[in-house]
């Protein structure tokens, strides 16, 4: 697994705010069918690294672009445990910015979403 990768995914199940919502449900890439809601799903959107004049060693930081949804059966948890997401990663070692955020509905599976797009930089 990509050190970015690695990084979110200890920032999120060492968050205790996200934890107590969420327990262990924080997947990479594909939520499993008929797991307990609410859970959180992410996966890496793009990614490229940069290298600073700064950075003498000529390494520089990785930008990379996460999207962070959590799923729940209704608009105003999915939205609290997001906001843990969000709050688990603004906490971490590695600088973030918030690019987007939306809401969303899936009526197939009754269930409620919120999605942040969150750029992160990292070593």
């Known amino acids: 697994m990509p050190a970015a990768e690695v990084n979110v995914y200890e920032a999120l199940t060492g968050f205790a705010g996200l934890q107590a919502l969420v327990s262990t449900r924080i997947y990479p890439s594909v ?7 609410p859970a959180v799903v992410y996966f890496r959107v793009v990614g490229n690294r940069e290298v600073l004049l700064a950075d003498g060693g000529g390494s520089g930081v990785e930008r990379v672009l996460f999207q962070f949804t959590s799923w729940a059966k209704s608009m105003s948890e999915s939205y609290a445990v997001a906001e843990q997401v969000r709050l688990a990663l603004a906490a971490a070692s590695f600088e973030t910015v ?3 955020n939306r809401s969303g509905y899936e009526p197939d599976t009754r269930l409620f979403s919120f ?3 969150i750029a992160i930089w990292h070593r």
């Open 115 to 117: 999605t942040y797009d």
């Open 31 to 37: 939520m499993p069918q008929d797991v307990d809601k």
């Open 98 to 100: 918030v690019q987007v």
